[in-house]
Protein backbone atom coordinates (compact mmCIF):
# COMPACT_ATOMS: atom_id res chain seq x y z
CA UNK A 1 0.00 0.00 0.00
CA UNK A 2 1.40 3.46 -0.41
CA UNK A 3 -0.52 4.66 2.26
CA UNK A 4 -0.27 2.84 5.30
CA UNK A 5 -3.03 2.45 8.39
CA UNK A 6 -0.48 3.49 11.09
CA UNK A 7 0.51 6.72 9.61
CA UNK A 8 -3.53 7.67 8.90
CA UNK A 9 -4.24 6.46 12.63
CA UNK A 10 -1.37 8.83 13.69
CA UNK A 11 -2.57 12.08 11.51
CA UNK A 12 -5.72 11.55 12.43
CA UNK A 13 -4.58 11.66 16.44
CA UNK A 14 -2.57 14.91 15.76
CA UNK A 15 -5.42 16.98 14.10
CA UNK A 16 -7.60 15.73 16.98
CA UNK A 17 -5.44 16.32 19.78
CA UNK A 18 -3.73 19.42 18.50
CA UNK A 19 0.12 18.60 18.83
CA UNK A 20 2.28 15.85 17.81
CA UNK A 21 3.30 15.20 21.61
CA UNK A 22 -0.45 14.91 22.21
CA UNK A 23 -0.88 12.44 19.44
CA UNK A 24 2.18 10.41 20.33
CA UNK A 25 1.35 10.19 24.06
CA UNK A 26 -2.12 8.75 23.21
CA UNK A 27 -0.89 6.34 20.52
CA UNK A 28 2.07 5.23 22.52
CA UNK A 29 4.57 6.02 20.47
CA UNK A 30 7.60 8.23 20.18
CA UNK A 31 7.13 12.05 18.97
CA UNK A 32 9.90 11.60 16.78
CA UNK A 33 8.49 8.90 15.09
CA UNK A 34 5.11 10.09 15.10
CA UNK A 35 6.70 13.62 13.14
CA UNK A 36 8.73 11.71 10.87
CA UNK A 37 5.53 9.76 9.48
CA UNK A 38 3.72 12.52 8.78
CA UNK A 39 6.75 14.00 6.96
CA UNK A 40 6.62 10.86 4.96
CA UNK A 41 3.20 11.21 4.13
CA UNK A 42 3.23 14.45 3.26
CA UNK A 43 6.55 13.55 0.54
CA UNK A 44 4.04 10.36 -0.91
CA UNK A 45 1.25 12.68 -1.34
CA UNK A 46 3.44 15.63 -2.66
CA UNK A 47 1.13 18.02 -0.39
CA UNK A 48 1.07 19.98 2.95
CA UNK A 49 -1.57 18.22 5.45
CA UNK A 50 -0.76 20.17 8.65
CA UNK A 51 0.25 23.80 9.57
CA UNK A 52 1.14 25.21 12.97
CA UNK A 53 -0.63 27.87 14.52
CA UNK A 54 -0.60 29.29 18.17
CA UNK A 55 -3.31 27.46 19.11
CA UNK A 56 -1.89 24.02 18.11
CA UNK A 57 -1.62 22.25 14.90
CA UNK A 58 -4.53 22.26 12.27
CA UNK A 59 -5.22 20.46 8.42
CA UNK A 60 -4.89 22.64 5.70
CA UNK A 61 -8.01 21.90 3.26
CA UNK A 62 -6.46 18.60 1.81
CA UNK A 63 -5.71 17.77 5.24
CA UNK A 64 -9.22 18.20 6.13
CA UNK A 65 -10.64 15.82 2.76
CA UNK A 66 -7.52 13.50 4.23
CA UNK A 67 -9.19 13.28 7.54
CA UNK A 68 -12.46 12.55 6.52
CA UNK A 69 -11.31 9.85 3.88
CA UNK A 70 -8.49 8.30 6.46
CA UNK A 71 -11.75 7.85 9.34
CA UNK A 72 -13.76 6.07 6.88
CA UNK A 73 -11.07 3.69 5.98
CA UNK A 74 -9.90 2.87 9.72
CA UNK A 75 -13.50 2.50 10.33
CA UNK A 76 -13.32 -0.15 7.82
CA UNK A 77 -10.55 -1.70 8.40
CA UNK A 78 -11.60 -2.27 11.92
CA UNK A 79 -14.70 -3.52 10.48
CA UNK A 80 -13.17 -6.33 9.38
CA UNK A 81 -10.92 -7.17 12.40
CA UNK A 82 -14.26 -7.23 14.64
CA UNK A 83 -16.18 -8.54 11.89
CA UNK A 84 -13.70 -11.91 11.22
CA UNK A 85 -12.70 -11.82 14.99
CA UNK A 86 -16.13 -12.54 16.13
CA UNK A 87 -16.19 -15.73 14.56
CA UNK A 88 -14.18 -17.29 16.91
CA UNK A 89 -15.94 -16.70 20.13
CA UNK A 90 -19.62 -17.26 18.23
CA UNK A 91 -20.87 -13.77 17.56
CA UNK A 92 -21.54 -12.86 13.93
CA UNK A 93 -21.70 -9.54 13.43
CA UNK A 94 -21.83 -5.83 15.78
CA UNK A 95 -24.13 -3.17 15.15
CA UNK A 96 -23.77 0.57 16.42
CA UNK A 97 -27.28 2.09 16.02
CA UNK A 98 -27.25 5.44 16.98
CA UNK A 99 -31.32 6.70 17.67
CA UNK A 100 -33.19 9.78 18.64
CA UNK A 101 -35.26 9.81 21.95
CA UNK A 102 -38.33 9.71 20.21
CA UNK A 103 -37.45 6.52 18.67
CA UNK A 104 -36.01 4.97 21.80
CA UNK A 105 -38.97 5.62 23.96
CA UNK A 106 -41.58 4.49 21.32
CA UNK A 107 -40.34 1.75 18.63
CA UNK A 108 -36.92 0.51 19.24
CA UNK A 109 -37.29 -1.61 22.66
CA UNK A 110 -39.76 -3.84 20.88
CA UNK A 111 -38.35 -4.29 17.43
CA UNK A 112 -34.62 -4.76 19.15
CA UNK A 113 -35.99 -7.44 20.84
CA UNK A 114 -37.64 -9.24 17.88
CA UNK A 115 -34.73 -8.64 16.05
CA UNK A 116 -32.43 -10.13 18.08
CA UNK A 117 -34.68 -13.23 19.11
CA UNK A 118 -34.33 -13.62 15.38
CA UNK A 119 -30.73 -13.09 15.51
CA UNK A 120 -29.03 -14.23 18.43
CA UNK A 121 -25.54 -13.71 17.48
CA UNK A 122 -25.47 -10.37 16.77
CA UNK A 123 -24.47 -7.73 19.25
CA UNK A 124 -26.26 -4.00 18.89
CA UNK A 125 -24.91 -1.07 20.77
CA UNK A 126 -27.48 1.46 21.41
CA UNK A 127 -26.89 5.07 22.09
CA UNK A 128 -28.71 7.76 22.03
CA UNK A 129 -28.30 11.23 20.64
CA UNK A 130 -30.61 14.51 18.87
CA UNK A 131 -30.37 14.03 15.17
CA UNK A 132 -27.61 16.43 13.82
CA UNK A 133 -24.89 14.16 16.23
CA UNK A 134 -26.72 10.85 14.87
CA UNK A 135 -25.94 12.25 11.22
CA UNK A 136 -23.00 13.05 11.94
CA UNK A 137 -21.59 9.75 13.55
CA UNK A 138 -23.12 8.13 10.68
CA UNK A 139 -21.23 10.11 7.69
CA UNK A 140 -18.14 10.14 10.01
CA UNK A 141 -18.93 5.89 10.49
CA UNK A 142 -18.55 6.17 14.35
CA UNK A 143 -22.77 4.38 13.62
CA UNK A 144 -23.41 2.07 11.46
CA UNK A 145 -27.44 3.10 11.35
CA UNK A 146 -28.65 5.83 12.60
CA UNK A 147 -32.61 6.69 13.53
CA UNK A 148 -34.16 10.17 13.10
CA UNK A 149 -36.66 12.87 12.74
CA UNK A 150 -36.39 14.29 9.58
CA UNK A 151 -35.90 18.09 9.33
CA UNK A 152 -32.75 18.60 7.70
CA UNK A 153 -30.71 15.96 5.82
CA UNK A 154 -26.87 15.30 4.90
CA UNK A 155 -26.15 14.58 1.04
CA UNK A 156 -23.73 13.04 2.08
CA UNK A 157 -26.05 9.97 3.48
CA UNK A 158 -29.15 7.49 2.35
CA UNK A 159 -32.33 7.81 4.22
CA UNK A 160 -34.79 4.61 4.46
CA UNK A 161 -38.63 4.97 5.38
CA UNK A 162 -39.01 4.44 9.74
CA UNK A 163 -42.10 5.48 11.31
CA UNK A 164 -44.02 8.63 12.00
CA UNK A 165 -45.10 9.88 15.45
CA UNK A 166 -47.32 11.93 16.64
CA UNK A 167 -46.82 15.28 18.58
CA UNK A 168 -49.51 16.19 21.44
CA UNK A 169 -49.52 18.61 24.25
CA UNK A 170 -49.15 17.42 27.82
CA UNK A 171 -50.66 19.32 30.91
CA UNK A 172 -51.41 19.32 34.02
CA UNK A 173 -54.74 17.92 35.11
CA UNK A 174 -56.86 21.00 35.77
CA UNK A 175 -54.93 23.06 33.41
CA UNK A 176 -56.99 25.38 31.62
CA UNK A 177 -55.41 23.92 28.25
CA UNK A 178 -56.47 20.27 29.58
CA UNK A 179 -60.24 21.41 29.02
CA UNK A 180 -60.27 21.43 25.81
CA UNK A 181 -59.83 18.48 22.75
CA UNK A 182 -57.56 19.82 20.74
CA UNK A 183 -55.36 23.19 21.16
CA UNK A 184 -53.71 25.20 18.92
CA UNK A 185 -50.25 25.94 18.88
CA UNK A 186 -50.60 29.42 18.95
CA UNK A 187 -52.89 28.84 22.03
CA UNK A 188 -49.48 26.93 23.93
CA UNK A 189 -47.51 30.18 23.80
CA UNK A 190 -49.52 32.14 27.03
CA UNK A 191 -47.90 29.41 29.11
CA UNK A 192 -44.96 28.12 30.42
CA UNK A 193 -42.91 25.09 28.73
CA UNK A 194 -40.97 21.87 29.96
CA UNK A 195 -38.81 21.26 26.58
CA UNK A 196 -35.99 18.84 25.66
CA UNK A 197 -32.44 19.73 25.59
CA UNK A 198 -31.55 22.81 23.31
CA UNK A 199 -30.72 21.45 19.74
CA UNK A 200 -32.60 18.17 20.01
CA UNK A 201 -35.08 17.87 17.28
CA UNK A 202 -38.42 18.60 19.08
CA UNK A 203 -37.04 21.54 20.59
CA UNK A 204 -35.94 23.17 17.78
CA UNK A 205 -39.31 22.74 16.39
CA UNK A 206 -41.13 24.66 18.72
CA UNK A 207 -38.83 27.37 18.71
CA UNK A 208 -39.15 27.57 14.81
CA UNK A 209 -43.12 27.32 15.18
CA UNK A 210 -43.22 30.26 17.18
CA UNK A 211 -40.52 32.53 15.26
CA UNK A 212 -42.84 31.64 12.81
CA UNK A 213 -45.80 33.43 14.87
CA UNK A 214 -43.79 36.15 15.88
CA UNK A 215 -43.52 34.50 19.32
CA UNK A 216 -40.86 33.50 22.10
CA UNK A 217 -41.79 30.12 23.76
CA UNK A 218 -41.94 30.60 27.69
CA UNK A 219 -39.08 27.35 27.89
CA UNK A 220 -38.78 27.47 31.77
CA UNK A 221 -37.00 24.43 32.33
CA UNK A 222 -35.03 21.95 30.00
CA UNK A 223 -34.81 18.06 30.78
CA UNK A 224 -32.77 15.09 29.28
CA UNK A 225 -35.68 12.14 28.64
CA UNK A 226 -39.64 11.97 28.02
CA UNK A 227 -40.15 10.47 31.37
CA UNK A 228 -39.09 13.80 33.34
CA UNK A 229 -40.78 15.88 30.52
CA UNK A 230 -43.62 14.48 32.26
CA UNK A 231 -42.69 14.60 35.88
CA UNK A 232 -42.24 17.77 35.68
CA UNK A 233 -45.23 18.80 33.89
CA UNK A 234 -47.34 16.89 36.35
CA UNK A 235 -45.30 19.34 39.21
CA UNK A 236 -46.86 22.19 37.34
CA UNK A 237 -43.25 23.52 36.00
CA UNK A 238 -45.20 24.38 32.34
CA UNK A 239 -46.55 22.00 29.76
CA UNK A 240 -44.65 20.22 27.16
CA UNK A 241 -45.03 18.79 23.59
CA UNK A 242 -44.21 15.59 23.34
CA UNK A 243 -45.10 12.24 21.22
CA UNK A 244 -47.98 10.70 21.98
CA UNK A 245 -46.50 6.78 22.22
CA UNK A 246 -43.64 8.23 24.27
CA UNK A 247 -45.66 9.82 27.10
CA UNK A 248 -48.79 6.95 26.66
CA UNK A 249 -47.11 4.73 29.77
CA UNK A 250 -47.51 7.91 31.76
CA UNK A 251 -50.91 8.86 31.07
CA UNK A 252 -52.20 6.77 34.27
CA UNK A 253 -49.60 6.47 36.47
CA UNK A 254 -49.00 10.71 36.84
CA UNK A 255 -51.53 13.64 37.11
CA UNK A 256 -51.20 14.58 33.18
CA UNK A 257 -53.47 14.91 29.96
CA UNK A 258 -52.79 14.76 26.78
CA UNK A 259 -54.14 17.39 24.27
CA UNK A 260 -54.19 16.83 20.22
CA UNK A 261 -52.29 19.61 18.48
CA UNK A 262 -53.97 20.78 15.37
CA UNK A 263 -50.86 21.79 13.85
CA UNK A 264 -49.59 19.80 10.55
CA UNK A 265 -46.07 19.47 11.81
CA UNK A 266 -47.92 17.36 14.33
CA UNK A 267 -47.30 14.58 12.41
CA UNK A 268 -43.14 13.76 12.23
CA UNK A 269 -41.85 11.53 10.18
CA UNK A 270 -38.79 9.13 11.62
CA UNK A 271 -35.66 7.93 9.16
CA UNK A 272 -33.37 5.24 9.15
CA UNK A 273 -29.71 7.03 7.72
CA UNK A 274 -26.40 5.05 6.72
CA UNK A 275 -24.03 5.88 4.52
CA UNK A 276 -24.40 3.85 1.71
CA UNK A 277 -27.02 0.46 2.31
CA UNK A 278 -25.35 -1.86 -0.21
CA UNK A 279 -21.99 -1.34 1.58
CA UNK A 280 -23.62 -2.22 5.07
CA UNK A 281 -22.07 -5.13 7.01
CA UNK A 282 -24.62 -8.13 6.74
CA UNK A 283 -25.77 -7.70 10.77
CA UNK A 284 -26.51 -4.10 9.77
CA UNK A 285 -28.46 -4.53 6.37
CA UNK A 286 -30.40 -7.14 8.71
CA UNK A 287 -31.24 -4.50 11.47
CA UNK A 288 -31.64 -1.99 8.70
CA UNK A 289 -34.36 -4.28 6.50
CA UNK A 290 -35.95 -5.67 9.72
CA UNK A 291 -36.35 -2.07 11.17
CA UNK A 292 -38.24 -1.09 7.73
CA UNK A 293 -40.44 -3.89 8.23
CA UNK A 294 -41.83 -2.69 11.28
CA UNK A 295 -41.85 0.74 10.13
Not at 104 to 115: A, H
Not at 134 to 141: D, F, L, P, R, Y
Request: hydrophobic share 45%; glycine share 6%.
Amino acid sequence: MIVDPVSLKLFVAIVEEGTIAAAAEREHIAAAAVSKRISNLEKTLDTQLLRRTNKGIVPTMAGMTLLNLARGVLHDLNDIFLQIREYSSGVRGRVRLWANISAINQFLPNELKSFLNEHPHVQVRLEGNISEAIMKAVAEGAADVGVITMESCREDLEYLPYHSDQLVVITPKGHMLSRSKSVSFQETLDFDYVGLPAGSALNNLIVRAANDLNRTPKLRIHVNSFDALCLMVEAGLGIGIVPRGAAKPYFKGLRIRPVQLRETWATRDLKLCVRAYGALPTAAKLLVDHLRQRG
